[in-house]
């Protein structure tokens, strides 16, 4: 069983929040805001957050950029990750993603099932990794929010969590550009 142990360190990790969104505001922005208190409340450090509107390019952009910046280790955007003619979010992480994470998607839906049954099927829920830096896009519902939090990036994001963690791989993730 999984579990968080005191044999290894908590490592706090930057975290960069990126809100997809063509109509909110950081004083209207409650999913960007449920993430901040909550990774600040697990003893990360919010690295930098910001809106973006629903178009690839800016996404993309936006996570080119954070990319390169050797003060994020991990991106949690939120927005953009349903069905309907703007929600794109996932096409703009296929443009940068260099390693899918096909198991975030898998059980941030299952965690999401038992809240709201088939309904999470219109969740394109996703991650990887780029350029050495995580990368998670989750829908922008701060119900949502939190279940991505609270049942997978708490764990995964603590170096103490056991067996194993996304912390722990952190510098092995250039290996393939060295």
């Not at 919010?46 to 990319?67: H, P, T, Y």
């Not at 979010?89 to 443009?95: L, N």
Request: with cysteine; aromatic share 6%; proline share 4%.
């Amino acid at each position: 069983m999984a579990k968080i142990t005191g044999e290894r360190e908590f490592v706090p990790v930057n975290i960069a929040v990126l809100t997809v969104s063509d109509s909110r505001t950081l004083e209207t922005d409650g999913s960007g805001q449920t993430l901040v208190k909550r990774l600040e409340g697990a003893g990360h450090k919010l690295a930098v957050r910001e809106i973006v509107a629903d178009e690839v390019d800016l996404i993309a952009g936006k996570l080119r950029q954070w990319i390169a910046d050797p003060e994020i280790d991990v991106v949690i955007a939120t927005g953009g990750t349903g069905v309907t003619g703007r929600d794109i979010t996932p096409e703009a992480f296929a443009e940068v993603v260099e390693k899918d994470i096909p198991g975030f998607g898998e059980v941030f839906r299952m965690l999401s099932y038992e809240k709201i049954a088939t309904s999470t099927i219109q969740s394109r829920a996703t991650a990887g990794v780029a350029g050495g830096t995580y990368l998670f896009a989750i829908p922008g519902s701060t119900g949502a929010c939190k279940d991505a939090w609270d049942g997978i990036l708490v764990h995964q994001l603590d170096a103490r969590h056991k067996p194993c963690n996304f912390v722990e791989l952190m510098p092995r993730l250039k290996e393939h550009l060295v």
